[in-house]
């Protein structure tokens, strides 16, 4: 089919173009150019099968890949873009253009119901991850579509409160995560449906400008779900198209058009950019094949998840000895619907047939096991004879499992969470299993924070397992014995409980706005700047190995600094360690957080072996936002360069002065 450009196209339909034919397609002008397809995302592919009348969806069965905010616990580029070239597979098989996927936003608020779906609290950490899962995805044919720009912090009204963040803020924090995911030059993104400062995200001109001026985005802005409200001033904004097709908003735009309330400049530029988005789409799954065997995906989804689990406590109990015997309960080992291993709304991806049975996996690997449910999903308070009969097991067996967590029935797009805690019956067969046993191992099934302070004390090991998805249960197993040693680190803070953050929601008094005050003093930005104690830090994360960092060389090189330095796995068991560069200006004239991440790696090293680490710190990793400058600036300084195993836990530092751009190593 011949190319068509705009200039061939009529007023109408250029303005068919810019909304989209129905749910998930655009508009094929009646066969004379291509259409493509769009589905969810962002850990699987949900392409829905039925609509109800209520708006519930029924998917088509799928792999399902970790949820972003366990394959963020990774802390892997590697794994990120294996993901997005495993969701390709599944795209092309089922003739799927883009998936919508992957979201950026930062995880400024514990309770946001979308966290599971967000890479992290830091936006070097959501944008690289997001970055490499993007390469993959594209680079195996499949169009992505970065979102939600921008702001979309919370899930409280979302559809019409306006978060309010001064400039900086914005630079620094919201909008970083898009530009470092831009790099990797995505076909699509999809605005958000808050307003951002007053204006509407699916009007946000201001920040369209930024993504194609300054990020040198070149794809197709796509609104969220029913996020226009006017498609006129969207279009005259920047929004190239909307999605899903609306009629009311269609016959508007043309009503607008015909007396010139729309600029043909604006149209063209638009219809333009969703012609560029078909055609590129086309061309980049020319030739592409699934390369891998849907069996491959799911050993790829196992994979990925046993990267992800964090071992966040361990006083030894872990990995468990050899024909020991363990009790294991919570109704999350064996849960009976896949709703309790996922969060809800648009990215949840239905499983099919498939089940996940911690004990049986246990089992398998030479592990005693006795089961009880102990509670139930829909239970809150109760605590029946099941539960009597766990504390027993817990009393009688080497050890107790207990598996506790969320869900979408708590977690879920279009509602935040309303509490950090688990249910209280949850707690409590936490607590009576530690009562009877002192090697109680807990396992959190969750897709964010969970505040962790009635019982952390009181156990011997805490797994924070996420949202695991395919072949969960063996990756689990799989740690849990020893077979596979741990390496995920936290994507954001656990702190000690939630009073202790920040961020305000938008709820009550603040009904409509909701005020950042807090500014850059997100996750652990805060809790370092103001030496708040938090339970489990930013990047905080146990192996069975252990490592320690040593030799750190420093020195200028062209405008920037390249550090490297070593790191030894003294123990005899292969690992993986993820470092952290971190970066602090010592006596900043204007005030920024104590220390920011600046650079990330993860290695595998061997038992006795010793592996070197190279970064190069461009001048960008010592900049702030100028408020007064209008752009980034390189104050001159004193800086330090920490080198860390957390946010917390640093092993190396170095000191270097900036003058004029230039670093002097002290
Ligand atoms: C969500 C998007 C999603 C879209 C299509 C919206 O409600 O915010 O993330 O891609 O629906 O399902």
Not at 547 to 559: I, K
């Amino acid at each position: 089919m011949k190319r068509k450009t705009v200039q061939e196209l009529s007023a109408e339909e250029k303005m068919r173009l810019l909304c989209g034919k129905d749910f998930w397609h655009t508009d094929d002008l009646a066969g004379k150019i291509p259409q493509i397809t769009v589905s969810d995302g962002p850990n699987g592919l949900r392409i829905v099968k039925e609509r109800a009348a209520d708006g519930s969806e029924t998917a088509y069965p799928a792999t399902a890949y970790p949820a972003i905010s366990l394959l963020a616990n990774t802390w892997n580029r590697a794994a990120a873009r294996e993901m997005g070239a495993c969701l390709a597979d599944e795209c092309l098989e089922k003739d799927v253009d883009i998936l919508l996927a992957p979201g950026v936003n930062i995880k400024r608020h514990p309770l946001n119901g979308r966290n599971f779906e967000y890479f992290s609290e830091d936006p070097v950490l959501a944008g690289e991850m997001a970055k490499a899962y993007i390469e993959g995805l594209q680079g195996g044919g499949v169009g992505a579509c970065l979102k939600h720009f921008c702001c979309n912090n919370l899930e409280y009204d979302r559809l019409n409160q306006s978060s309010e963040v001064d400039e900086r803020t914005l630079r620094e924090l919201y909008y970083r995560p898009f530009e470092i995911a831009c790099e990797a030059q995505p076909v699509s993104l999809m605005c958000s449906y808050n307003r951002i400062n007053g204006t509407l995200g699916a009007e946000y001109a201001k920040g369209f400008a930024l993504l194609r001026k300054e990020f040198r985005f070149r794809g197709a802005i796509v609104s969220d779900w029913s996020a226009v409200r006017d498609r006129t001033a969207s279009a005259a904004a920047g929004l190239d198209l909307e999605m899903p097709f609306n009629e009311k908003n269609y016959r508007k735009l043309c009503e607008d058009y015909a007396r010139g309330a729309l600029s043909d400049a604006a149209l063209d530029a638009c219809a333009q950019r969703v012609l560029d988005l078909v055609y590129r789409c086309k061309q980049m799954r020319q030739g592409k094949k699934a390369v891998r065997t849907a069996e491959e995906r799911r050993a790829a989804a196992r994979r990925i998840a046993a990267e992800g689990i964090v071992l966040l406590k361990n006083n030894g109990v872990l990995p468990l000895q050899k024909g020991r015997r363990a009790a294991i309960s919570g109704c999350y080992a064996r849960p009976d619907t896949c709703g309790m291993l996922r969060g809800g709304g648009s990215s949840a991806v239905n499983r099919g047939e498939e089940t996940f049975d911690l004990p049986a996996r246990l089992a398998e690997r030479g592990v005693e096991v006795c089961f009880e449910s102990a509670f139930r999903y829909d239970e809150v308070e109760s605590f029946g004879q099941s539960a009597r009969r766990a504390a027993l097991h817990a009393a009688a067996c080497d050890c107790s499992i207990v598996c506790v967590g969320l869900g979408e029935k708590f977690e879920r797009e279009g509602a935040d969470r309303e509490t950090a805690r688990l249910p209280a019956v949850q707690e409590r067969a936490i607590l009576a299993s530690a009562k009877s046993s002192p090697n109680t191992v807990v396992v959190v099934f969750a897709g964010s924070y969970i505040d962790m302070s009635a019982w952390e004390e009181k156990v011997a090991a805490i797994l924070f397992a996420g949202y695991p998805g395919t072949g969960g249960d063996g990756a689990l197993a799989d740690i849990l014995v020893g077979a596979v040693n741990p390496s995920g680190k936290l994507s954001e803070t656990f702190p000690r409980c939630l009073a202790d953050v920040p961020a305000a929601d938008g709820r009550g008094v603040f009904a409509g706005v909701t005020a950042y005050t807090e500014g850059l003093g997100v996750g652990y930005r805060h809790y370092s700047t103001c030496g708040v104690p938090v339970l489990f830090p930013f990047g905080h994360g146990l192996s069975y190995s252990v490592f320690v960092y040593s030799d750190l060389s420093a020195s200028a090189e062209g405008c920037g600094l390249r550090l490297s330095f070593a790191v030894e796995n003294t123990s005899a068991r292969d690992g993986a360690e993820t470092v952290q560069v971190y970066v602090r200006e010592c006596v900043p004239l204007v005030r920024r957080p104590d220390r920011e991440l600046k650079e990330f790696a993860k290695a595998e090293i061997g038992a006795g072996r010793r592996k070197r680490f190279s970064f190069l710190l461009g001048p960008r990793a010592f900049a702030h936002w100028s408020a007064s400058k209008d752009g980034w600036e390189v104050s001159d300084g004193v800086y330090e360069v920490l080198v860390g195993s957390s946010a917390q836990d640093i092993r190396l530092q170095c000191k270097l002065c900036i003058k004029n751009g230039e670093i002097l190593l002290l």
